[in-house]
């Protein structure tokens, strides 16, 4: 997960269900605790395969995300 300041949400990556590998991304609006999926199959935009314990940083500036 990472938290962007200026939006004030939180992007939650991937992780696994049951015994399903996810490539998703919610993200979780805290000011109104609401979340949305913004993409099902992360991997299929360029982001990395279907797996769990991501690593990743978040860079506010340039608004881009380093996995």
Known sequence: MLFEPSRKSIFIFAGQREDSYLADLWIYDTQNGTAS???????SSGGP?????QRSVINTEAKEVYM
């Open 37 to 43: 999926e913004a993409w099902s199959d992360f991997s």
């Open 49 to 53: 395969d279907a797996c769990f314990t």
